[in-house]
């Protein structure tokens, strides 16, 4: 049959040449008996083709379903396809068959087929290669004789590179690829198909014939339409039922069709994004590097004490270091008691025969009290420092540490700060 006559008896409008390819193709395939996967965007009319491969097959004759694999929970979707015994699972009163038997010698179309559970596609992967499947709660093997056309509007190849789809269920379904192409890519067909669609409207609601003044005319044929051939017709539909005006005009058809941006289709910037998969590791960074450069002040110190015989004013340099010790210390028993400095260490000596008390108050201090070297700890406190800098306020605090507000309230609770 030619790809005109087909036209005519399926109702197809259009004369692009992809379209005429990819009926071509469904022709072609047609009297074999093999899988047939159909890719195309929502609303492009994939199912049409499922019929046409049905109605010119050797198959005609029989049964012809078609199954929405998206719609059905996955709890049940095994039972649908492949029917189930009773007392299979709670509320199975009875026996029931699948679609796999009630259509045996037709064709099944499985529409949405990247929607499919993964242990039903290795049932399904089963009845395309042995034709035999086993019902929900039963040990019987079956034997069918169905014809699987699929369908799906997602790249199948991405979903099998993130695992969400069965690498051999894909090449075993992919046996003639049939893609059906975006009405945007279909632009000499917009203004044919809009005009079958108002005249349908217009004689279905007994309302005046629509025409499209020029300029509405180009936007209709270069608006991208991301519904494709559905949403043309909702749109037409809704023109033919509202409009009193039947001259429509390119300000009127404007508010039927959804403002588009020109960066639809551009990714997502992400600078702005909470990094909640970097959060924990960003923090336990920051406590290694804050540990890292204690450790290094406290090496400087206790070797400036070893070689001069803990001299105050070689501490000059470490002052900063000392005081903070004291600030950082918590007294054991009472969290909330803290060491303070009375007086802040000397940087100049000025009396020398102070000299062997001051070093003797600073290392009797430093060895009462051993630093704890637990990230847990290290986090809370910096947590806490963080807190108590910008007085409470979480999204600051939240800012200092290098984390998200979520994180920070998370460690909150857990660390029950």
């Known amino acids: 049959m030619e790809v005109q006559e087909i036209k005519q008896r399926f109702g197809i409008i259009g004369n692009s040449p992809l379209l005429n390819r990819a009926i071509n193709i469904a022709n072609q395939v047609s009297p074999t008996d093999i899988s047939v996967l159909i890719t195309g965007e929502s609303g492009s009319g994939k199912e049409v083709f499922s019929h046409i491969i049905h109605q010119m097959s050797p198959r005609k004759h029989g049964p012809f379903i078609a199954v929405n694999c998206g719609a059905i929970p996955e709890g049940t979707i095994d039972s649908e396809l492949f029917g189930h015994e009773k007392g299979a699972y ?16 037709g064709t099944i179309f499985l529409d949405e087929i990247a929607e499919m559970p993964l242990g039903t596609q ?27 056309i699929a369908a799906t509007n997602v790249d199948v190849y991405d979903a099998v590179k993130n695992g969400k789809f069965r690498e051999d269920l894909y090449y075993r379904l992919n046996t003639v690829p049939l893609r059906i192409p975006p009405l945007r890519d279909r632009k000499e067909d917009v203004y044919l ?32 339409w991301p519904g494709n051939v559905r949403q043309l017709k909702n749109m037409a539909e809704q023109l033919a039922v509202l409009e009193r005006d039947r001259i429509i005009t390119a300000q009127t058809l404007l508010t039927y069709i959804p403002h588009e941006t020109s960066n639809r289709n551009l990714p997502m910037r992400l600078d702005n994004q909470p990094k909640e998969d970097f959060s924990e590791r960003d923090i336990l960074y920051k406590v290694l590097f804050d540990m890292k450069r204690d450790m290094v002040e406290l090496k400087k110190l206790v070797a400036d004490i070893i070689e001069h015989g ?49 070093a003797y108050n600073i290392t009797h201090d430093a060895e009462e009290v051993e630093e704890s070297l637990s990230l847990i700890e290290k986090e ?9 800098k910008h007085k409470g306020k979480r999204k600051l605090a939240a800012n200092e540490l290098g984390i998200s507000e979520r994180t920070l309230y998370r460690k909150i609770k857990e660390l029950n700060l």
């Open 193 to 224: 198909l809009f005009r079958k669609f108002t005249s349908d409207f217009t004689d279905k609601y007994r309302t005046p014939p629509i025409q499209l003044d020029d300029e509405a005319q180009q936007i209709l044929i270069n608006y991208s």
């Open 90 to 105: 709670t509320g199975a009163v009875g026996e029931r068959k699948g679609y796999f038997e009630t259509v045996n010698g």
């Open 310 to 358: 803990g001299v105050a004013a070689n501490y000059s340099n470490h002052s900063q270091t000392i005081n903070q010790l004291y600030r950082d210390i918590e007294l054991p028993g009472n969290p909330e008691a803290q060491f303070t400095l009375q007086q802040p260490v000397n940087t100049v000596n000025n009396n020398s025969n102070n000299n062997n008390v001051d």
């Open 122 to 148: 290795a049932r399904l992967l089963r009845v395309l290669e042995s034709g035999q499947y086993i019902k929900v709660g039963s040990s019987k093997v079956e034997k069918t004789n169905v014809r699987v």
């Open 380 to 388: 809370s406190d910096l947590i806490r420092k963080a807190l108590k």
